[in-house]
Every structure is written in structure tokens, then in C-alpha cells.
T-cell receptor, first 120, second 111 residues
Framework: GAVVSQHPSRVICKSGTSVKIECRSLDFQATTMFWYRQFPKQSLMLMATSNEGSKATYEQGVEKDKFLINHASLTLSTLTVTSAHPEDSSFYIC????????????????FGPGTRLTVL | DAKTTQPPSMDCAEGRAANLPCNHSTISGNEYVYWYRQIHSQGPQYIIHGLKNNETNEMASLIITEDRKSSTLILPHATLRDTAVYYCIVRVAGNTGKLIFGQGTTLQVKP
């Protein structure tokens, strides 16, 4: 149980284009999903928190108009990097937590495998 | 959320127990201790968490001191596949409890 998937696993795009990353909880309904970013040799940095049907809450310094988050259902959240530039190249990771069916630890975050974004 | 302090790196011989320490001297009464690990180029994997009692599951054991100011993650029989960065995080339970990742401990299991 508690499997989270991400798609795509890798994406290469040209500067100025937009990229959408999907995060799905496969065997549970996630009340909350989180998006993180990780640069090489650095730790994970939380970008935003989203609850189903609500606007995402962004961490300080994260541009909400650049990183659009949609949490349309209890099993799907999407992150769209708009007008991507080379400095947006990073490893993007989502996590999910929630309670239906009731997991042993509903407050535990389970992570996806990550998406490697390269902007040329 | 309280901060944690971990050694930057540790080595362990394959087949031996790996004991990873974590200091969290400013932990609050309603904060849990969580452990995750991240194998290179993958998303973090949940290992175990606890509040004040020692915990054990199929992956590891978590020993929390009585004053809750420190804890130790124990991998009883480390294998090469346990080589990873291990993160100790303290977090308030509930949906608003963020996970703030520090630098973690890089565990190298050697044959």
C-alpha cells in the first residue's frame, strides 16, 4: 500500500515552454499533496502544499504564477512549470498523505519517484 | 518544527547493524520523529516514526531516549542496498505538519 507515482520520470524541454508533471496516489485517497524540488547535491526543499479542491499554499520565495499546482481530485495533483528556463532544471518530487482507505499512518507522507526536468 | 542534527556521513560493514544517531533537543511534546531515506536519484522512502516509545518494523528499529532529545535508527543487518542518505525529521502530526529536510546522514555500506 501507499504507492505514489509520477509522470513523466524525465522531461527535456526548450526554454520558454511549459511542462506539466502529474502525481498520483495509486491505492489511497490523498487529502494533502506536497511538491518538493531538489537541486544536485542538495536536500529536498518544500515548494507548496495542496489540499483537494483548495488553492495551494506556497512556501516563501516560490512563485505561484510560475509553478501552478492543481489538486483536482483525491488521487491526482499536477505541477505545471510555466515558461521554463534553464534555472528551473531540477528534480521535482511529490508526496501524498491521507486517509481513505485508512492507512496505518494517515499523517505519514509517501513520496513519488521524482521527475527530472532539464530545460535547454 | 524542531531542528535536527545528524552526522554528515557514516560507514557500515555489510551484515552489521547500522546505528544512525539524531539529535533533536528542542523537540516539542506533540512532535513525532520521522525517518526517511533517499537512494540516489529516487524519491524518499518512509522508514519509521515514533513519538516516545521505541518502534520496530520490518525495515528498522527506532530508539528514542526518555527525554526525547535524541534518537537512533537501527538497521539490524545492513546490506549494500541500504546505502542512501538518511533523514531524521521532527514533525507535528496532522495535515499542516510539514517535512523539513536537513542534510541527512550519508550511509555507505561496504562489502
Amino acid at each position: 500500500g501507499a504507492v505514489v507515482s509520477q509522470h513523466p520520470s524525465r522531461v527535456i524541454c526548450k526554454s520558454g515552454t511549459s511542462v506539466k508533471i502529474e502525481c498520483r496516489s495509486l491505492d489511497f485517497q490523498a487529502t494533502t499533496m506536497f511538491w518538493y524540488r531538489q537541486f544536485p547535491k542538495q536536500s529536498l526543499m518544500l515548494m507548496a502544499t495542496s489540499n483537494e479542491g483548495s488553492k495551494a499554499t506556497y512556501e516563501q520565495g516560490v512563485e505561484k504564477d510560475k509553478f501552478l499546482i492543481n489538486h483536482a481530485s483525491l488521487t491526482l495533483s499536477t505541477l505545471t512549470v510555466t515558461s521554463a528556463h534553464p534555472e528551473d532544471s531540477s528534480f521535482y518530487i511529490c508526496s501524498a498523505q491521507g486517509g481513505t482507505p485508512r492507512l496505518a499512518f494517515t499523517d505519514t507522507q509517501y513520496f513519488g519517484p521524482g521527475t527530472r526536468l532539464t530545460v535547454l | 518544527d524542531a531542528k535536527t542534527t545528524q552526522p554528515p556521513s557514516m560507514d557500515c560493514a555489510e551484515g552489521r547493524a547500522a546505528n544512525l544517531p539524531c539529535n533533536h533537543s528542542t523537540i516539542s511534546g506533540n512532535e513525532y520523529v520521522y525517518w526517511y531515506r533517499q537512494i540516489h536519484s529516487q524519491g524518499p522512502q518512509y522508514i519509521i516514526h515514533g513519538l516516545k516509545n521505541n518502534e520496530t518494523n520490518e525495515m528498522a528499529s527506532l530508539i528514542i531516549t526518555e527525554d526525547r532529545k535524541s534518537s537512533t535508527l537501527i538497521l539490524p543487518h545492513a546490506t549494500l542496498r541500504d546505502t542512501a542518505v538518511y533523514y531524521c525529521i521532527v514533525r507535528v502530526a496532522g495535515n499542516t505538519g510539514k517535512l523539513i529536510f536537513g542534510q541527512g546522514t550519508t550511509l555507505q555500506v561496504k562489502p
